[in-house]
């Protein structure tokens, strides 16, 4: 059975970065999309960057040039690293990677438990 565990979340003033990282384990062939999601309260869960097996790399308008994805698939691993933080940024972020299982070969999405990032004015 695959997993996703994330960390990294906190308390941060605004200005300040975070490094989100998320881990996958069990038995995977290969890991195809990277996302980082976040929903905050009462509003729809939104994708806020995105990286494919070969390295490119997409984020929307409200934070790009901040955020910035990566991936370490030796580790199975994606990271998020957060800078100029903003009060608006608070919300639970979400990993989710498309994974190839061992077993049959064909993609699944699996989804990180969220991790809580809070930025204070």
């Known amino acids: 059975q695959v997993q996703l565990v994330e960390s990294g979340g906190g308390l941060v003033q605004a200005g300040g970065s975070l490094r989100l990282s998320c881990a996958a384990s069990?038995?995977?062939?290969?890991?195809?999309?990277m996302g980082w999601y976040r929903q905050a309260p009462g509003k729809q869960r939104e994708l806020v960057a995105a990286?494919?097996?070969?390295?490119?790399?997409n984020y929307p308008d409200s934070v790009k040039g901040r955020f910035t994805i990566s991936r370490d698939d030796a580790k199975n691993t994606g990271y998020l690293q957060m800078n100029s933080l903003k009060p608006e940024d608070t919300a639970i972020y979400y990993c989710?990677?498309?994974?190839?299982?061992?077993?049959?070969?064909?993609?699944?999405?699996?989804w990180g438990q969220g991790t809580q990032v809070t930025v204070s004015s």
């Open positions: 069990g038995s995977m062939f290969s890991i195809n999309f």
């Open positions: 990286i494919t097996s070969g390295g490119s790399t």
């Open positions: 989710n990677f498309q994974i190839k299982r061992t077993v049959d070969l064909r993609p699944y999405d699996y």
